[in-house]
């Protein structure tokens, strides 16, 4: 259920978005200002529902490491604390006054640091 609602929020956020987005693209000025307040709304949400899932995470940090049978070496512990790293990078540019302005640059910096750690094994290694 827990995916559910992360799946349907995310594309409900996206949708909203895109949506002030193409009211942006008007050019009556009362419907840019429009379009304007939604994609702003849009991102409000968006970092709602971030903060959301690193809640989520957090909790299931915390369960995990309760439990006995972890030792704390398995290899996925990588990409927990990559998650994390890529949280922070996520919710400092979103917390930026006027983010919007910065989501194109910050998405592809956040997409090759998050992404670069758990291929830089394989690259290493040679698979």
């Known amino acids: 259920m827990l995916i559910v609602s992360m799946i349907t929020s995310s594309?409900?956020?996206?949708?909203?978005q895109a949506g002030g987005g193409a009211l942006q693209t008007?050019?009556?000025?009362?419907?840019y200002e429009i379009g304007n307040k939604t994609l702003f709304v849009g991102l409000v949400m968006q970092l709602i529902s971030y903060?959301?899932?690193?809640?989520v995470l957090i909790h299931a940090h915390h369960k995990i490491n309760n439990d006995a049978r972890i030792i704390g070496s398995e290899p996925w512990w990588k990409i927990i604390w990559v998650l994390y790293f890529s949280?922070?990078?996520i919710l400092v540019s979103n917390l930026r006054t006027h983010a919007w302005k910065f989501i194109?640059?910050?998405s592809i910096l956040r997409s090759v640091l998050s992404i670069a750690p758990?291929?830089?094994?394989?690259?290493?290694?040679g698979i």
Not at 11 to 16: E, F, G, S
Not at 51 to 55: A, C, E, G, K, S
């Open 11 to 16: 594309l409900c956020v996206c949708y909203l």
């Open 26 to 31: 008007s050019p009556n000025p009362n419907t």
């Open 51 to 55: 903060l959301f899932f690193v809640v």
């Open 87 to 89: 949280s922070v990078c």
């Open 104 to 106: 194109d640059i910050s």
């Open 118 to 125: 758990l291929n830089w094994r394989k690259v290493k290694e």
